[in-house]
Structures are given as C-alpha cells and as structure tokens.
C-alpha cells in the first residue's frame, strides 16, 4: 500500500512542472493566475474539515503562529511567481531540478545561522553545485531568456526553503489543517496583489484554461503533498525526503514524453548530479542535530 502512495505522490509532485508548461503554452491562462488558485482552492479544501469539525481552531491561533505563518505564506507566493515563470523561460526539466535544491538552501541558511554539518552535507552541496553550474553553463551557451529562467528557478528553491524553515516554526504548535490554510489562503491573496498589480488577469480563461489549473492544483497539490504526509504516519521522514527527490528525473521524464522536450546531454549530467547532491544533503541532515530544522518532508511549493 505504501508504496503505491508514494508512486502517486511521486508522479503528482512530478507532473507540477510539465502541467504548468503545458497549460501556460496552450491556453491563456497566466503565470499568477494558476499560482492563485492553486492556493485558493488548496485552501479551502484544507479549511472544510476544520470548519466542520472544530472551527475554533482558527480562533486560536497566537500572534506567534500567525506571524510565522505569513511569513511562510509571502516566501510561498513568491517562490510560485518565480518558479511559474521559469517554466516559461527555461526547459522543465531544468527549471524543476533547480526549484527542487530547497533542501541545499537549507543547509545554507543553517551554515549562515552558525550551525555545523556534517560532512556528507557540504559533499553532497559541492555536488549539487556542480550541477548547477552545468545546468547554467549549457543554457548560457544556448539563450539569455534560458539563462534567466534557470535564475528564477534557483531563486524559486531558495524562497522554497525559507517557506519550509518558517512553516517549521508555525507548525511547532499548529495543526496541519490549520497551518495550511492560513498558509495558503494568505499566499493566494498575496499572488492576487501581484496579479493585480502586474496587470496578470485571474479570470476570464476558456474550457482548457480551467481544466489546467483544476489539474494543476489537484495532481500536484492535493494528490502530491497529501500522500506524502500521509506516508510520514509510518514511513521515516529520511525515505519520504530521498522519495521526493524523485520529482527531478519524474518531471524531465513526463516532459519528454508530453511536451517532446529534448535536452542537451550536459544538461541531463547536471540533472543527476543535482539529484545526487540533494540525496547526500538529506542524508546529512537526518543523521546531524538539525534534523527538526531541516525537515523537508512536507514540501509545499511545486
């Protein structure tokens, strides 16, 4: 049973990048509108329940929770807005990959806060880093317009990691259900501010539009995440973080077979050395202290 859970959280976290690429390229559908409702209908979905059942979980929530929530929330929306966008720019399988090296910039932001890693930790980060740099260097050579989607989509797994570290800090105390539709129902307000803003509309689409992003929000948001929250009631996080990594060649794999998307062969030589990294990474920090910290087993973002 288990592991027909974590084949379809693989195969829903997996199909984010390729949906949204195919849904951007043919319908009109734009970049924060899908990351809008997304988080809108992911929001109130979670919210049923606890409404049903115990709606005064919302009135309890501290100023603590709350702060940390939004701050969550506002790394969230930014980290769709730049991700979405590097679909538009780069190839999927790139733009994924590179979103996908949270768990590295996570290990970074705890360097930087002066804590210690193990060494497989910094082995595992120079490995990713040289796939990056592969990764960058090949589209460099090929597109600025590439090369500045490969820099959204880093961008994008650094705000990934500061939403997971604040989301850690939220859910010390706050239940899952509560967490997440703060968490969300504030990140879809944000996303509406840019939309607004940015003169993106967030209505209006036709038949094919809608269904992207109804497919959108359910294989990867709802399908996804849950099972792999669900396998963290009786699977280590450790294999639920090594079986997420499996997003990176899962995502290239759908393109080239939907969006027929070739890439060059350095390209996929950094593909594996950025999955081997962030395994090395994960590794590392389980075994270290930092293992609460460094928890990347609920990952909200693609």
């Excluded at 709350?66 to 980290?79: G, K, M, R």
């Excluded at 959108?216 to 849950?226: E, K, N, P, S, W």
Aim: charged letters at 10%.
């Amino acid at each position: 049973m288990n592991f027909i859970v974590a084949a379809l959280g693989v195969l829903g976290v997996a199909s984010s990048g390729p949906l949204i690429a195919g849904t951007l390229g043919a319908t009109s559908v734009t970049a924060l509108a899908i990351a809008f409702w997304r988080n809108a209908i992911a929001a109130v979905v979670m919210a049923s329940p606890v409404l049903i059942r115990e709606p005064r979980q919302f009135r309890k929530i501290t100023r603590r929770e709350f702060t940390w929530s939004a701050v969550a929330a506002v790394a969230l929306a930014f980290h769709f807005a730049c991700f979405i966008t590097a679909l538009q720019l780069t190839s999927v399988a790139a733009a994924t990959a590179l979103v996908c090296l949270q768990s590295a910039w996570i290990a970074v932001f705890q360097l930087l806060r002066g804590s210690k890693h193990r060494w497989p930790v910094l082995v595992g980060l120079g490995i990713a880093l040289g796939g990056v740099a592969a990764i960058t260097g090949f589209d460099m050579g090929t597109s600025p317009k590439a090369l500045l989607g490969d820099i959204l989509a880093l961008a994008g797994g650094a705000l990934a990691g500061l939403y997971t570290l604040a989301g850690g800090k939220a859910r010390q105390s706050m239940g899952t259900r509560t967490y997440t539709t703060l968490c969300y129902g504030i990140c879809a307000a944000i996303v509406a501010v840019l939309a607004l803003t940015g003169g993106q509309t967030l209505v209006g689409f036709d038949a094919g539009g809608w269904l992207g992003i109804v497919a959108i929000t359910v294989c990867a948001q709802l399908v996804g995440h849950t099972a792999f929250n669900h396998l963290l009631a009786t699977v280590s996080p450790l294999l639920v973080s090594m079986i997420i990594l499996l997003e990176i060649p899962g995502a290239a794999l759908l393109a080239a077979v939907f969006l027929h998307e070739t890439l060059p062969a350095g390209t996929y030589a950094g593909l594996a050395l950025i999955l081997v990294g962030l395994a090395v990474v994960v590794a590392g920090q389980r075994r270290g202290k930092g293992d609460a910290e460094g928890k990347i087993a609920e990952l909200g973002a693609d």
